[in-house]
């Protein structure tokens, strides 16, 4: 069982800053990748930005040039800067991570925290 903890979400004004940070912990033998969902009232959950065990990162086209994903792997933590905010990017914010319970095991993407709230209004 993984748990998914994140910290970091408030209001900021439009044009402010924010980081997230997730911290993982539980039973797992490594972590794939970690990243970022969010989602708005009314609107589905969306992608935001994830970063693999490798560094690779991703991101949607939405927050490209504005958002930075980054990652600690020990411990286990996965950071969202976030820069240049707009009302748009207003929603709960949900990390996710990509774990394998063994090695040579499947990869298992259902692992989610319980979200933080970004409001972005001036």
């Known amino acids: 069982q993984v748990q998914l903890v994140e910290s970091g979400g408030g209001l900021v004004q439009p044009g402010g800053s924010l980081r997230l940070s997730c911290a993982a912990s539980?039973?797992?033998?490594?972590?794939?990748?970690m990243g970022w969902y969010r989602q708005a009232p009314g609107i589905r959950r969306e992608f935001v930005a994830k970063i693999t065990s490798g560094g690779r990162s991703y991101y949607a086209d939405s927050v490209k040039g504005r958002f930075t994903v980054s990652r600690d792997n020990a411990p286990n933590t996965v950071y969202l800067q976030m820069i240049s905010l707009k009302p748009e990017d207003t929603a709960v914010y949900y990390c996710?991570?990509?774990?394998?319970?063994?090695?040579?095991?499947?990869?298992?993407?259902?692992?989610w925290g319980q979200g933080t709230q970004v409001t972005v209004s001036s």
């Open positions: 539980g039973t797992f033998f490594s972590i794939d990748a």
């Open positions: 996710n991570a990509e774990t394998r319970l063994y090695r040579g095991g499947s990869p298992d993407s259902g692992n």
